[in-house]
């Protein structure tokens, strides 16, 4: 991905607008703590994601997954948070005290940790994704610190979708250790799912995506797939019985 600073000059011929125009980690947001909302990529791969978790031991409405949601995780420091791209909990309510949407995840008021969080690779957050940036004198931890030592959540995954590169880390005596992935994919059996890269069009986007698989290794099919799978079939038993399926109202 092309990155520079902003404003970028100009040349004879000017460059192509794909080097030249600022990206939102070019450009300053609003608040001056942000770098700028996420890309639409930060939008449509937690979405399948959630789409493809389905976990055979627990029901829709005791999985909760969230996107970009502030993840609360010290009741002596209420304020402080970290927004995972994507995390999943398991055995609380789909909806908070069983009737609203949440605006947000308190682990304290919870109960339950996350399970997975996934973080999506962008280059104003790589750093603290990956573990390389440290604690500043009395500020939060940071979020590797987080996930690993105050959660405790059992499997943190990272994605570059610039280099489609997969990595996972699971808890090992309490410090995360990476895992290897000969075929870019890892199995938790813990929840007897595995989280896997796909190739194929989510949204219109034909790219590798991160996607949940099951046991057979095959691909968790979101409730959009399920009936036009079951459409299909319907309309193959059709034709077994003579019938053209166009022509059934």
Known sequence: MFSA??????????????ETLPTMYDLPSEDPEEPGLPDEFHDLQPQ??????????????????GTDLNLYYDVRHPLWHKRPDWFGVLGVPRLYQQRDLRLSYVVWQEGVNPFVVVELLSPGTEDEDLGRTNRQPDGPPTKWEVYEQILRVPYYV?????????????????????????DQRIWMAEIKLGLGLWQGTHQGIDRLWLRWF????????????????????LAQRLRELGVD????E
Do not use: C, M
């Open 5 to 18: 600073k902003y404003p970028v000059e100009q040349t004879d011929p000017p460059r192509p607008p794909s």
């Open 48 to 65: 399948l994601l959630s789409a493809t978790f389905r976990l055979q031991d627990y029901l829709s409405d005791r999985i909760f997954t």
């Open 158 to 182: 990272v994605f570059d979708r610039y280099t489609d590169r997969l990595r996972a880390f699971g808890l090992t005596n309490a410090h995360y250790q990476e895992i290897d992935l000969p």
């Open 214 to 233: 099951d046991a057979a290794g095959e691909w968790v099919l979101t409730d959009a797939e399920r009936a036009e799978l079951r459409a299909e079939r």
């Open 245 to 248: 399926p166009d022509e059934v």
